[in-house]
């Protein structure tokens, strides 16, 4: 992406400076800037859909809940484990996110 910091600050020390371009380049200029846009918004969203696992300790820093109420939520599949191994358990942060942005609550959950 390229720099535009100089040209942002000249516009604000000369507002009333000028510039002549042609339609032509004001055309360009457009379709630059909102590829750059798109590309931008379009590698947010897929950083946002990749999922991420994170431990039991983690899910409990995020959600302020206990170990036993984690343990509860796994026993009757609210929260479900990915995988085992070596007896750590990772959780997907999308089920993290549905859990919070929900304010779903079982039975049992309050610790």
Do not use: F, H
Not at 2 to 9: A, E, F, P, R, V
Not at 89 to 103: F, K, L, N, Q, T
């Amino acid at each position: 992406m390229k720099d535009y910091s100089s040209l942002l600050q000249l516009a604000k020390e000369c507002p009333g400076l000028q510039v002549s371009i042609t339609l032509g380049e004001l055309v360009e200029a457009n379709r630059q800037l909102i590829a750059e846009v798109k590309q931008e918004l379009e590698q947010q969203i897929a950083d946002s859909k990749a999922e991420t696992y994170i431990s039991r300790e983690k899910v409990m820093e995020i959600t302020g809940k206990s170990s036993t109420t984690i343990w509860r939520w796994q026993k009757i599949n609210y929260l479900v484990p990915v995988s085992s191994v070596g007896g750590t358990y990772r959780y997907r942060m999308s089920d993290v996110r549905r859990i919070m942005e929900g304010g779903d609550t079982q039975e049992g959950d309050a610790v």
